[in-house]
């Protein structure tokens, strides 16, 4: 094929896809145009509701839900459910956490190492905490 050949193909094809697109964009705007007009035709129906029940209660089952489109009731679970504590994080001697093996570690949160003693400590009131040498005290 000859460039001259390629380009009128390609023009073609060029002038078919902007015409569906120029086709689509109208289809787009009628339909957002027929939207916003149900839109305020809906608007206005509450409106006229949310004034006329309250005078006349014989019109109360208009605001009620009907059943058919409520959500059913989800089902409670018995006040003695709890959900099970979460395992103990397990360590190794060095002090780092065990990983599955997918290299994801059973500690929380990504921990890959144990706390230092000294962070894990409650305060003391006012005593110094032991001096801590490569990671014990001494």
Not at 34 to 58: C, F, G, H, W, Y
Not at 80 to 101: I, L, R
Request: charged share 25%; proline share 12%.
């Amino acid at each position: 094929m000859r460039y001259k050949e390629k380009f009128q193909a390609l023009r073609e094809r060029f002038d078919q896809v902007s015409a569906l697109h120029n086709e689509y964009e109208r289809d787009l705007e009628l339909a957002n145009a027929r939207m916003r007009k149900l839109q305020a035709e809906n608007d206005l129906l509450l409106d006229a509701i949310s004034i006329t029940v309250p005078a006349t209660p014989s019109l109360m089952h208009l605001i009620r839900p009907s059943p058919t489109t409520t959500a059913p009731p989800s089902i409670p679970l018995p006040s003695s459910y709890t959900h099970p504590p979460p395992p103990p994080p397990h360590y190794h001697a060095n002090g780092h956490v065990h990983e599955h093996s997918n290299g994801h570690s059973y500690g929380h949160a990504g921990a890959r190492y144990r706390e230092r003693e000294q962070d894990r400590a409650e305060p003391n009131d006012g005593v110094a905490p032991e001096p801590v040498v490569n990671g014990r005290a001494s």
